[in-house]
């Protein structure tokens, strides 16, 4: 696997990254009602981990010699009060994000570069674990 193609995929993983800053955020001060007490400061660090993971995911692509894209993944921010939407909308984001982190890691199997592929496969873990959190949330 080429050094483009991973960079590609990391560039897919970044705007996917970048999208989650905002939606966390938007939702962070959209949620109301009493489970606003709970899920704002929740979605607040949902969206400083999109962060830290942006940040992460950067410097690997600039490591890698390629350019992180500034933009986020265009799918829909779908605005909302109801925090039951809003973690409908937190699943499937996080289910994305973690299929492409995982076509990420496949292509990482062929990287030599070990100290990446560990930084890339911790995001990975968290990815899946947000996953898991969300859906036991909507239980
Ligand atoms: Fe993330």
Known sequence: MSHKALINK???????ELRAINMYAHYAANVRGIHRLQLAPMFS??????????NIVRQSIVKLQGIPVTDRNP????HTTD???MLQYSLE????????????MIQLDVAEDQDLRDAIEQ????????VEELRLLMD
Do not use: D, K, M, P
């Open 10 to 16: 990391l560039n897919e993983a970044l705007g996917w």
């Open 45 to 54: 660090t949902e969206a400083t981990e999109s962060l830290a993971h942006a």
């Open 75 to 78: 799918q829909e921010i779908t």
């Open 83 to 85: 925090y039951s939407e």
């Open 93 to 104: 984001t996080e289910t994305q994000a973690a299929a492409v982190y995982g076509e990420v």
């Open 123 to 130: 995001i990975y873990f968290a990815e899946l674990r947000s």
